[in-house]
């Protein structure tokens, strides 16, 4: 099992799980209003719809909220302490969590442009943000 998939897969994130084993970021849209969500609602929050089409998206965002972690806790080689996790908003409108590369934390602030993308690692896909020059 990998740290960056629950053992309980459910309808709501499966086919995002699917789309990070094969290197794309794939989010629930709504058929009602085209809002992107993650993980997919029964209704949409927007329109209230409860049809929804998985759909690969871009990752360009900005960053929501970003925290630094100082302690191994997930005694993973490829997240060497200290490590940054944000929230990026994408420009689709999803909120994502992803571990940040490239940058330190004391040179990221919210609402910095960042793309998101998808690396693999021993443990699994996940989703990493890099800022835009």
């Not at 897969?9 to 499966?14: D, G, K, L, Q, V």
């Not at 999803?94 to 693999?120: I, P, T």
Request: charged share 25%.
């Amino acid at each position: 099992m990998s740290v960056s998939e629950p053992t309980a897969t459910s309808a709501a994130i499966a086919p995002h799980l699917a789309g990070l084993r094969a290197g794309e970021i794939v989010l629930a849209t709504c058929g009602g209003c085209g809002l992107v969500s993650l993980p997919r609602p029964d209704r949409c929050r927007r329109c209230g719809d409860g049809r929804h089409e998985w759909r690969r998206q871009a990752g360009e965002g900005r960053i929501w909220s970003f925290v630094e972690f100082v302690k191994d806790y997930l005694h993973r080689p490829d997240l060497p302490v200290p490590y940054v996790v944000a929230l990026v908003e994408l420009d689709a409108g999803a909120v994502v969590m992803a571990s940040v590369a490239g940058s330190r934390y004391g040179d990221l602030r919210v609402g910095q442009r960042v793309r998101v993308g998808v690396e693999s690692y021993a443990a699994g896909p996940r989703l990493v943000a890099r800022a835009n020059p």
